[in-house]
């Protein structure tokens, strides 16, 4: 069979590395897991191997579904877009994993997803762009610590595990990759409203050169004395995902 003709609009760069594969694939030891993206099963036939994972993958690619039917005709697939997927539904009760090398032009959102499950997902690894890779990671006070920085943080430990080169992808990206694994820390709540907790990190990420006296305003009563606490002179990369609950709690009464 043919090999998969690689379509830029559905992010497809294939690995041809198998030592990278099998590497990726380690990260996972056990359990159910999802696969996002699955190509051609590079990473698939290493997680396919471990008797101790039970897999299914999506891939939105119906060529890449219908090669992945013809080399592994065991793999349960579902053809269709992870990011419309009905998790609740593949996965009606417990917990999973979610792996990939996954589509980079949807990278944050399939994070985002992963956060809308966060206590039913212990673990989310797999690789993406290097950029993308070192803003989950990146302490306050750096110029990658963003909103996907401080909502993932505040409920997975993050580790960048290893960069990986333009030249072991087919066709190769324009950016380098890195393989990261998210593992679900032992917070149960953040004490505060968690809506409010993310309209306030990407309200003041939106304008992320401003103080937040600035930024805030439209979620703040104006003329609200809070503003005046020390806290607001701040810029938004400065803060710590605690900082963000407590200037969070400190907003939750004083609301537009
Ligand atoms: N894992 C493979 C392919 C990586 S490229 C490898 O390492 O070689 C990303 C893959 O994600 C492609 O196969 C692409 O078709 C698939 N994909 C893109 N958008 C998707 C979506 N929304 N849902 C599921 N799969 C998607």
């Given at each position: 069979?043919?090999?998969?003709?690689?379509?830029?609009?559905?992010?497809?760069?294939?690995?041809?590395?198998?030592?990278?594969?099998?590497?990726?694939?380690?990260?996972?030891?056990?359990?159910?897991?999802?696969?996002?993206?699955?190509?051609?099963?590079?990473?698939?036939?290493?997680?396919?191997?471990?008797?101790?994972i039970d897999l299914t993958a999506i891939e939105l690619d119906r060529e890449s579904v219908a090669y992945l039917k013809e080399w592994y005709p065991e793999?349960?697939?579902?053809?269709?877009?992870?990011?419309?997927?009905?998790?609740?539904?593949?996965?009606?009760?417990?917990?999973?994993?979610?792996?990939?090398?996954?589509?980079?032009?949807?990278?944050?959102?399939?994070?985002?997803?992963?956060?809308?499950?966060?206590?039913?997902?212990?673990?989310?690894?797999?690789?993406?762009?290097?950029e993308v890779a070192e803003r989950l990671a990146s302490r306050p006070g750096k110029k990658a610590y963003g909103i996907l920085s401080v909502l993932l943080?505040?409920?997975?430990?993050?580790?960048?595990?290893?960069?990986?080169?333009?030249?072991?992808?087919?066709?190769?990206?324009?950016?380098?990759?890195?393989?990261?694994?998210?593992?679900?820390?032992?917070?149960?709540?953040?004490?505060?409203?968690?809506?409010?907790?993310?309209?306030?990190?990407?309200?003041?990420?939106?304008?992320?050169?401003?103080?937040?006296?600035?930024?805030?305003?439209?979620?703040?009563?104006?003329?609200?004395?809070?503003?005046?606490?020390?806290?607001?002179t701040k810029r938004p990369e400065q803060l710590s995902v605690e900082e963000f609950i407590n200037l969070t709690k400190l907003i939750e009464p004083c609301?537009?």
């Amino acid at each position: 069979m043919q090999q998969v003709h690689a379509k830029k609009f559905l992010g497809q760069h294939f690995l041809t590395d198998l030592n990278v594969a099998r590497r990726i694939a380690e990260t996972l030891t056990q359990g159910p897991v999802l696969e996002i993206g699955p190509g051609m099963g590079v990473l698939t036939q290493f997680l396919l191997k471990n008797p101790d994972i039970d897999l299914t993958a999506i891939e939105l690619d119906r060529e890449s579904v219908a090669y992945l039917k013809e080399w592994y005709p065991e793999l349960k697939l579902i053809e269709g877009d992870f990011l419309k997927l009905d998790l609740n539904k593949l996965y009606p009760e417990g917990e999973f994993c979610v792996i990939g090398n996954y589509p980079y032009n949807i990278s944050s959102q399939i994070f985002f997803k992963v956060l809308d499950y966060k206590d039913r997902i212990p673990i989310c690894s797999g690789m993406i762009q290097k950029e993308v890779a070192e803003r989950l990671a990146s302490r306050p006070g750096k110029k990658a610590y963003g909103i996907l920085s401080v909502l993932l943080q505040a409920w997975y430990d993050i580790e960048y595990l290893f960069t990986v080169d333009e030249h072991v992808f087919n066709p190769p990206p324009k950016v380098k990759s890195a393989v990261v694994r998210l593992c679900r820390n032992s917070r149960h709540e953040l004490g505060c409203d968690e809506a409010l907790f993310k309209t306030v990190v990407k309200t003041a990420f939106n304008q992320r050169r401003k103080q937040m006296r600035n930024s805030l305003q439209g979620i703040v009563r104006k003329g609200n004395p809070i503003l005046n606490n020390e806290i607001f002179t701040k810029r938004p990369e400065q803060l710590s995902v605690e900082e963000f609950i407590n200037l969070t709690k400190l907003i939750e009464p004083c609301q537009n």
